[in-house]
């Protein structure tokens, strides 16, 4: 190409040499003077025409799929929403687009220069459009091919590329890809002009940096430093600033994951240029280009990782619903979208908290699942004491988990998918699985059977109406024909054993086995899990959630979800019994059977109520409330409820905490039912739900609703939602600390450093293991289970909530005192009431008073009506 350039300069110098300007002006030039100044003219006729046809062009492209002024004033960047947790520190995020903005302020100066080093040295001087690189571009890389030229894109036009959708150039000929691609660079011109005429400079190099896409899912520099290097963007060194900005040019060809050389050639690029521009001197340039890329920190950012994923995937159904509100709506009445709007959730967990619950749960876990292994090496729990009846449901449950994996879903699609479209077509939209089918099968064989199968409520009206319409349908007969075959081919994929990853408890990450798709569904179903939830009573903050063992392998959220409550809510009928009949802890009753009798008009059972004891036996002595609640004697319990006279005052009672007695459960019955059943424990209850009644035992007997978002702030740092505390009064504050003073007694966790109570609870058959633990400053609400209710343990002796549950409180408690947090102060005392106590909790003296009166301490006073209406106040 240069010897090329040399023998047309000589050619042009042989030319001139012929004549001189005067010559031309004189009308005295050769011979070919005729030829030349046709060809000057030419010259400036093509000049004036390309002119002419650029401005046509850019009149004409200006019409084209720009973007608009509100489009560049308000550009759509999906900007993901950020969970900051007490601390300052980012929590999770949630996002379509993984995007931190960042303003110019805020950017680290080494990306900066290396910014404008590389891609546009004269930004500052110019509109948009760099002629001068434009120039360079022309002459160096067109005419004379020299690639390492660099490109004339300004910063504005990389920009404005980002702003619209290029079109493809795939299948096009090479006229159309040329015509398509002078389109495209005009449409970047007009669009970088109107970026500089309506941004400054630096929001421009803002915007830029923000919006590029950095590949695995870090879109934005602030997230692809996180990514690459693990760290904020305001900490990268010039060299780990330059590996970034060299992969503006091509994120995947640059990419230091995978071509590591090419990337180091790229970032020393970009130090070279840094150099050459004056920014460091010579001895720095070549420190930095023998530094290797360390990309050991890299890190995809996933919804899996960090702390509290159950709480983070709790917290985004929760925003999902609080945007649905119409009084909270973006200035031009949009909903607001947590996922692509940019915007700040200001939680209530404490990072040290939530940690220290992780580690204590991981831990615990670690032995229950041991204990729950060697339970059931021998036995199958689909199988273990079930009749006909308990093994249809099992299966059914077990199938139902089938269903729910990609084998099933893909096979399905291959036998019925198309089938189902044409359905829909002939007779609308029906909800169809092999269960319809195998019902549809069984009434070709026994007409009548979905009649009956109505009848005894195993399938809704809608089922059976759109069961009948596909038996008569079009489609039944290839459907019908089709099931044999995919019910052989799921059989055979679900029982083939495979290699496959599945869940390690031990290390509580995974591990590889070979077993069936089936037996993979059985093993994740086998394992124990728990949910909790600490709360500082006297703001409801919530301060750690633990939702299960494992997110990724176990997703259901069990701080929300509802169980049978066992012995946990015996203080709630304690406390009744207290507040309305001023009794002492002191008082003795008998451990005997007690009975409700049937019809009785305050409790309005058809049936006498009976119950028993968890041991099934009484041993008739005569317990305090101390002892009766430490030893869980129902019989106690049942006996407070009779003195009551009705379950109404602590219905009324738990309202107050925070359990609303009018709430309703989806078979339509009440979630605290008017059973006196409910005093031993039979209502089921969440753990937020529950560990926010107790913290009414914490706050010196005022219920505050627990929270976990304080505050939201849009994109822009405006409020838009800020909580309101919900408290009120539950319990006077005297019979308030006799309750927390049983609670203390009778936990089993009284020889902590920290003043501490609880309550152990535990359901029939074992399934179900509670502790709920008070601290002055923190209460914790635990439960452990199994998600089914045929994965428990098979006795008392591990399937009690003082061995499933109680640990963890413990565990978790010794962790905070070790690591010195202010929610847990061991010279903090739980809240003494002024004055002195009406009711006496020295069981000593109560029985000195006793015989000074010449009453047995067993004796009951009375109800009256005034008492009742002020606990329910």
Known sequence: MNQWIDQFSERLKTFWSRFSLTDIYNGSAPDDRTWFKTAVSWMWKGTIGMILMLFLLLFL????????????????YHNASLVIATDGSILGKYYNENREFLDFDSLNPHLHTALLSTEDVRFYSHSGVDAWALMRVFFKTILMSKGESGGGSTISQQLAKLLFERPSLKGKSQVVKIALLVRVKFKEWLTA???????????IIALYLNKFDFIYEAHGIQTASKTYFGKDQKDLRLDEAAVLIGMLKNPTLYNPRRFLNLAKDRRNTVLSLVYKNGHINKKEFEAYKKMPIDVSAFKRETHVDGLAPHFRAELGKWLKDLFESEDLRKPNGDKYNPYQDGLKVYVTIDPVIQKAAEEAAREHMINIQKSYFNVWTKQDPWEYEADDNMKRIRKESLQQLVRETERYY????????????????????????????QRIIQERKKPGFLKSELNKKQITKTQYDYSVQILKSNQWP?????????????????????PMKVYDYLTQSEKEMKMSPLDSIKFHRKHMQMGSLAVEPHTGEIKSWVGGVNFKYFKYDHVNSRRQVGS??????????????????????????????????NFGLPESWTPGNAEETFTGKFYNLYNALAYSRNSITVKLVILLGSVNPI?????????????????GGFLIPKLPSIVLGSADLSVYEMTGAYTTFANNGVYVKPYFVSHIEDKDGKVIYRNTTVQNVALAPDYNYVMVDLLHKSGGVSFLKVPAGGKTGTTNNYVDGWFMGITPDLVVGTWVGGEDPWIRFLNLTNGQGAVMARPYFVKFINKL???????????????????????????????????SLNMDNSIMPGTNKSDEDEILE
């Not at 893909?410 to 269960?435: A, C, F, M, P």
Request: proline fraction near 6%; charged fraction near 30%; hydrophobic fraction near 35%.
């Open 478 to 498: 290839e459907m019908e024909k089709n099931w044999a075959g995919f019910e052989k081919d799921l059989r055979l994929q679900m029982n083939t054993a495979i």
């Open 61 to 76: 492209v200006s019409f084209d799929n720009l973007p608009t002024l509100e489009e560049l004033e308000n550009p759509k």
């Open 568 to 601: 946990t809510f015996k203080p709630f009928v304690y406390a009744s019994a207290i507040a309305l009949q001023k009794i002492s802890p002191c008082n003795e009753f008998q451990d005997i059977q007690y009975t409700i009798p049937a019809n009785d008009p």
């Open 193 to 203: 002009i109107k970026l500089e005429r309506r941004y400054t400079k630096e929001e």
């Open 410 to 437: 893909t096979l399905w699609n291959q036998y019925y998918g198309k089938l189902l479209v044409d359905l829909e077509s002939e007779i609308g939209k029906v909800d169809v699985n092999d269960r319809t089918i």
């Open 651 to 667: 219905r009324g009672l738990l309202h107050n905490m925070g359990i609303d007695s009018t709430a309703k459960r989806r078979d």
């Open 817 to 851: 005192l070790d690591l010195g947090v202010s929610e847990v102060d061991p010279f903090k005392k739980f809240p003494f009431p002024k004055g002195e106590l009406e009711i006496e909790l020295n069981c000593a003296k109560f029985k000195e008073m006793m015989k």
